[in-house]
């Protein structure tokens, strides 16, 4: 498995910066550096790089295992990559001496703040918070994302504001926080407070400062391989089983609400419980909202949904990650929906060319019309090609096409931003012969 350090500046010799190569190996307690000479008088033993390690993210060391979690690591030994200049020697400086890198597939570091039960309060937020509207996170038919400052303590947060235009709008934010109240997860966006005023309410989160996932994985200085989707995935899954086990259907998954914590781990959370619904396995739950490339049949067909209706989701994530093709994504949000509604889909040969015949079972056990025979988190969690992640490591260093691809998706997505609600008696129709939905006029 290949991956690229910072970038190097320009000119630089060995000595004192190079790209690097990591190769997977499993971690064991006695292991030695198998690789390159090392520098005259270092030792290199693996408990000493794991003490550097931990100098050096001293907030990370010994952190408490949360329950849901199910990590796993695999170390990565640097050599020099070979487009190092020819003639430069192999060796690692005194400086580089620790040649170990670690592929940090373990939880995510928690939010900075303990899980708080949080209760929708009225306020002044200007003597409370900076509010800098100007550096936005995202927006949408709810409202804007923005960061913000915690006056008393100096913490970074983001600022979800909310427009308050009718009582369902407060419904709905209420829902929301209750929602967010039982996620007391590492891969799940904690909420911080909530302040409401005569216009708008605001919701105070947790500050993700890595970006959209799709967003940095499409990189050109990124090289993605299968095991590198695997670690997002497996990720995913935790906060995900986690969701399913305290009744919470999210309802919305797509790749916008995936976030990275930072710009160069392979860490990342869930975020976005607006359209998300406690779940009572024991009663019928029907819901009219989504966005069209990552709905499931049952949502569109306006019928019962249960955990299994995430899966779906998670499936056609998956698959993008993969190949970097969207399965149903249509010309326009009818063909979308009739795609969806068809779950006719492919793996195309020349896009899934590289990837493994686990990863294709694992994306076919989910992007399934039946509900009752996907895969539930849990199932996931336990499927081979979320496994055994060190010695897959070791033996795919294959970069997928799916970079490239992705990155005209994420142009065309700009473009046009996909989320509309999906409701069955007033936006669309069925046409009994086909079982399609149609736009009507908006």
């Known amino acids: 498995m290949r991956y690229s350090s910072e970038k190097t500046p320009a000119g630089k010799p060995l000595s004192e910066t190079t790209e690097l190569i990591f190769t997977g190996v499993p971690v064991t307690p006695d292991s030695r550096d ?7 008088g270092g030792t290199n033993t693996l408990e000493e790089n794991q003490k550097a390690e931990a100098e050096k993210a001293p907030g990370q060391a010994g952190q408490a295992k949360v329950q849901g979690d199910t990590s796993q690591r695999i170390e990565f ?69 923005c960061t913000c400052t915690e006056k008393a303590t100096g913490l970074k947060l983001a600022a979800k504001v909310i427009k308050k235009q009718t009582p369902k709008d407060k419904e ?24 409401e005023t005569s216009h708008e309410i605001i919701l105070f989160m947790e500050y993700i400062e890595g970006g959209e996932l799709f967003e940095r994985i499409v990189d050109e200085d990124y090289h993605l391989t299968e095991v590198d989707t695997m670690l997002f995935v497996r990720q995913i899954c935790d ?3 986690f969701m399913h086990k305290m009744r919470v259907l999210h309802l919305d998954l797509k790749p916008e609400n995936i ?42 067909n ?12 998670l499936g056609v994530i998956t698959y993008m990650l993969l190949s970097g093709l969207s399965p149903f994504l249509g010309d326009d949000d009818t063909e979308t929906l009739n795609n969806v509604l068809s779950a006719n889909w492919y793996f195309d040969e020349e896009t899934f060319e590289a990837v493994s015949d ?7 056990h989910l992007i399934m019309k039946d509900q009752s025979a996907r895969m539930s988190a849990e199932q ?37 931003k996909n989320f509309i609600a999906v409701s069955a008696a007033n936006r669309f129709k069925k046409i009994s012969s086909s079982g399609a939905l149609m736009a009507l006029g908006v």
């Open 239 to 241: 906060g995900i089983l």
């Open 259 to 300: 976030l990275c914590v930072n710009t160069t781990g392979h860490l990342v959370k869930i975020i976005d419980f607006g359209l998300a619904r406690r779940y009572n396995p024991n009663e019928k739950l029907k819901v009219n909202f989504g966005t069209p490339e990552f709905l499931s049949p049952e949502v569109v």
């Open 380 to 416: 996931c969690l336990a499927h081979p090609w979320l496994n055994n992640l060190a010695e897959k490591a070791k033996r795919c260093n294959r970069r997928l096409k799916s970079q490239i691809l992705l990155k005209k998706y994420l142009m065309k997505r700009r473009w046009k």
């Open 358 to 364: 686990e990863a294709k079972d694992f994306v076919s």
């Open 172 to 195: 709905m934010v209420l829902l929301e926080i209750e929602v967010m109240n039982q996620l007391n997860h590492r891969n799940l966006i904690q909420l911080y407070s909530a302040i």
């Open 302 to 313: 306006y019928d019962q949904i249960s955990d299994k209706t995430d899966m779906w989701s």
């Open 77 to 145: 030994q640097a050599v020099p990559s070979e487009r190092a200049e020819v003639g430069q020697a192999l060796c690692l400086t005194a400086r580089e001496e620790d040649c170990f890198q670690i592929l940090d597939d373990c939880p995510p570091p928690p939010a900075p703040f303990p899980h708080r039960i949080v209760e929708l309060r009225t306020g002044n937020v200007n003597s409370e918070f900076s509010m800098n509207s100007k550096e936005a996170l995202g927006g949408g038919k709810f409202g804007a994302v």
């Open 34 to 40: 198998p690789g390159p000479a090392k520098a005259e």
